[in-house]
T-cell receptor, first 113, second 115 residues
Framework: KQEVTQIPAALSVPEGENLVLNCSFTDSAIYNLQWFRQDPGKGLTSLLLIQSSQREQTSGRLNASLDKSSGRSTLYIAASQPGDSATYLCAVQMSTGANNLFFGTGTRLTVIP | EAGVVQSPRYKIIEKKQPVAFWCNPISGHNTLYWYLQNLGQGPELLIRYENEEAVDDSQLPKDRFSAERLKGVDSTLKIQPAELGDSAVYLC?????????????FGPGTRLTVL
């Protein structure tokens, strides 16, 4: 079974800092990897989706990279803002079987003004 | 375009009581998912529907959980009877189809507290 791990579990940074969130997965037979944002009491908002054939995706201040062979992805957030405070989840979609999504446990980010 | 709608947003019940959650997917989305998210954890799939058919319910605790999607549109997830350990957020998601590149869109979830 696919295992997805996110490190660190929680992170606090001062406003303006650049930061990196990490995601690792055990089974490299993935079709894509997604990064989600979850605000307290809210659902999940998709931030970036990287196909398995891609190396990275960028959206504004966010950049996600994927190294499928080593089972790793990073989410880079540039010039962090207090509004970036949320829990960030990565999820992999398998290319075999039922193509289900497997989620990590998330990184809770706090950006201090 | 309206997103995935879930109700209620919050529910507090006593153990052994029944509870039901409702989800209306994005219009035109044939695939509907129910996920369970425990505190501090990522969502885990409970059941997936393709139209009105449950095609993956291997993670659904069938002794107390049931789900239906009678007309292939909205869906109801039921727990009877609820236990303390069922306290969690229940998320609904939908996608256009099944299989690869079926980006899922999530609703706000229902936070269940069992006392």
């Amino acid at each position: 079974k696919q295992e997805v791990t996110q490190i660190p579990a929680a992170l606090s940074v001062p406003e303006g800092e650049n930061l990196v969130l990490n995601c690792s997965f055990t089974d490299s037979a993935i079709y894509n990897l997604q990064w989600f944002r979850q605000d307290p009491g809210k659902g999940l908002t998709s931030l970036l989706l990287i196909q398995s054939s891609q190396r990275e995706q960028t959206s504004g201040r966010l950049n996600a990279s994927l190294d499928k062979s080593s089972g790793r992805s990073t989410l880079y957030i540039a010039a962090s803002q207090p509004g970036d405070s949320a829990t960030y989840l990565c999820a992999v979609q398998m290319s075999t079987g039922a193509n289900n999504l497997f989620f990590g446990t998330g990184t809770r980010l706090t950006v201090i003004p | 375009e309206a997103g995935v709608v879930q109700s209620p947003r919050y529910k507090i019940i006593e153990k052994k009581q029944p509870v039901a959650f409702w989800c209306n997917p994005i219009s035109g989305h044939n695939t509907l998912y129910w996920y369970l998210q425990n505190l501090g954890q990522g969502p885990e799939l409970l059941i997936r529907y393709e139209n009105e058919e449950a095609v993956d319910d291997s993670q659904l605790p069938k002794d107390r959980f049931s789900a239906e999607r009678l007309k292939g549109v909205d869906s109801t997830l039921k727990i009877q009877p609820a236990e303390l350990g069922d306290s969690a957020v229940y998320l609904c998601a939908s996608s256009r189809g099944q299989g690869l590149y079926n980006e899922q869109f999530f609703g706000p979830g229902t936070r269940l507290t069992v006392l």
